[in-house]
C-alpha cells in the first residue's frame, strides 16, 4: 500500500467513525496525516493538500509501519483517544513535543503570540520568564526559543505533569535557561518575572462533563477550575503583582469564561487579544494595573 492509498483510507474510516478533532487537527484527513507522517518520521512540510496525488503515490510502506499505523487507528476510534496521545507528540508554535495523559495536548492560541515574541507587550526582551501551570510546557519553552537569553521557570502542582515537562526541556536542549519547578501556583516560586504566561485550569466540572469523549482523556488537573471556571485565573491574577517585576506584563488564557469575568469585572484594565490563526479569551495586564484593579 503506498502513502495516497493509506491516508484516504484512514481519512474514510475516521470520518465514518465520527470523532472529533481538536487535539492538532480538525478533519479527518489531517488526522490521517497526522497519524501517518509521525509514524513514518516524514516532516509535516512535505505534507501535500488533499488531492495532491503525486507525492502521496511515490513512497510504499512496509508490513510493519501499515500495522502499527492500523493499530493505532483502531485506538483513535474504540478509545476516541486524541491522536497526540497515540503518537506521543503534539506540535505548538511549530515544535514537537512529547506528550501523553499526563499534560493536556497543546492547543493554545498563545502560540501566535509566542512567535511574534509577545509584541506588541513588552518594551524589552524578558530576562525572566515564567509558565504557570505549564503542564507539557510547550509554552515555557517555546518563549526560551524566541528569547534566547532569558532563564525561563515551567511550574505545576503535578509531579507527573513536570516529568513531561523535563523531557521536552531536554528535548529542545535547553537544560542550561529552562528548570521544572513543582508549585501550587505561586506558593514555590521566588522572586519577580519580567513575563508570566499562563494557560491554567479554567474549565467548569459541568462543561467538562458535557465535552466530547476525546477530552476525558486529559488530565482533569489541568482542566477543572471551581467557580464556574475562574477560581484559578481569580487566584492567579490576585497574586500575580508580588511575583512581576516593575515593568511586568501578566498573559493569562481563560477561554470560553472570558465572558463571565468580563461580566464580574467590567472595569478590570485587561488587554483582550485577537489571533489571526482563531482562539479567544486570552488577555495581558501590566503588574501596575493589577495593583490598581478593584475586586
Known amino acids: 500500500m503506498n502513502l495516497l492509498q493509506c491516508v484516504q483510507k484512514l481519512a474514510a474510516r475516521f470520518e465514518q467513525a465520527d470523532l472529533f478533532y481538536g487535539h492538532g487537527t480538525d478533519n479527518a484527513w489531517d488526522e490521517a496525516i497526522y497519524l501517518v507522517f509521525t509514524v513514518l518520521g516524514i516532516a509535516f512540510e512535505q505534507e501535500p493538500q488533499e488531492g495532491d496525488d503525486l507525492t502521496l503515490e511515490t513512497q510504499e510502506i512496509s508490513e510493519a509501519d501499515l500495522k502499527h499505523i492500523q493499530a493505532l487507528a483502531e485506538q483513535r476510534i474504540k478509545l476516541r483517544l486524541p491522536m497526540a496521545y497515540l503518537v506521543k507528540q503534539a506540535w505548538f508554535a511549530g515544535l514537537p513535543f512529547f506528550v501523553d495523559e499526563r499534560v493536556l495536548v497543546p492547543r493554545s492560541p498563545i502560540a501566535e503570540l509566542i512567535l ?18 505549564t503542564g507539557s510546557g510547550c509554552i515555557g519553552i517555546a518563549t526560551a526559543l524566541v528569547f534566547p537569553s532569558a532563564q525561563v521557570d515551567l511550574a505545576d502542582i503535578s509531579v507527573d505533569a513536570l516529568a513531561v515537562a523535563q523531557r521536552n526541556i531536554e528535548q529542545h536542549g535547553l537544560t542550561d535557561r529552562v528548570r521544572a519547578i513543582q508549585s501550587d501556583l505561586f506558593s514555590g516560586l521566588l522572586g519577580t518575572y519580567d513575563l508570566i504566561v499562563s494557560n491554567p485550569p479554567y474549565v467548569s466540572a459541568d462543561e467538562v462533563a458535557g465535552l466530547p469523549a476525546e477530552y476525558h482523556h486529559e488530565p482533569v488537573l489541568g482542566l477543572v477550575s471551581d467557580d464556574d471556571g475562574l477560581a484559578i485565573p481569580l487566584q492567579i491574577l490576585r497574586n500575580a503583582p508580588a511575583f ?19 461580566r464580574r469585572y467590567p472595569d478590570l484594565p485587561v488587554l483582550w487579544l485577537d489571533f489571526d490563526s482563531g482562539g479567544e479569551g486570552v488577555f495581558a495586564i501590566s503588574r501596575d494595573a493589577l495593583i490598581r484593579a478593584v475586586w
Open 116 to 133: 511574534s515574541q509577545y509584541e506588541p507587550l513588552l518594551e524589552s526582551a524578558p530576562n525572566r520568564v515564567l509558565d504557570l501551570c
Open 244 to 262: 512581576l517585576s516593575e515593568h511586568g506584563m501578566l498573559v493569562l488564557e481563560v477561554g470560553y469564561s472570558w465572558e463571565l469575568l468580563a
